[in-house]
């Protein structure tokens, strides 16, 4: 299996600490955890937003075909980031949350982990 889904609860104020098998509900949408196996060279995703843009929160704008995201099929864009591996985007620049997503990609861990809020219709 290259996905693992938990529901997390995970606020500002305990970055970085997860409760696997909880789920935080609001009134806009629950925050998923997956776990995505590098089994490519490339996470193939483009993303857009950040705090020095029109659009504060980080999302996913495409899905790069031929890339691990491609290939896992579950995140889609319009899927807004939170966390990598533990590191939060939110708050930052877009020009950082793209470093934060591509260092966490290049590191040693055979597995990224990344906190999701699924796009709601």
């Not at 857009?48 to 996913?60: L, S």
Request: proline share 2%; aromatic share 6%; hydrophobic share 40%.
């Amino acid at each position: 299996m290259r996905r693992k889904e938990s529901f997390v609860a995970w606020g500002d104020a305990h970055e970085g600490v997860r409760k696997r098998g909880s789920q935080r509900k609001n009134s806009f949408a629950t925050e998923v955890l997956v776990d995505l196996y590098k089994t490519k060279p490339k996470l193939g995703i483009s993303i857009e937003g950040g705090v020095d843009t029109k659009q504060a929160e980080v999302r996913i704008s495409s899905i790069i075909a031929g890339g691990l995201a491609a290939e896992d099929g579950f995140l889609q864009p319009g899927f807004e980031i939170k966390a990598v591996d533990g590191l939060t985007v939110r708050g930052c620049t877009h020009a950082v949350a793209v470093q934060r997503i591509s260092e966490a990609f290049a590191s040693e861990r055979d597995v990224l982990e990344l906190l999701i809020v699924p796009e709601v219709d």
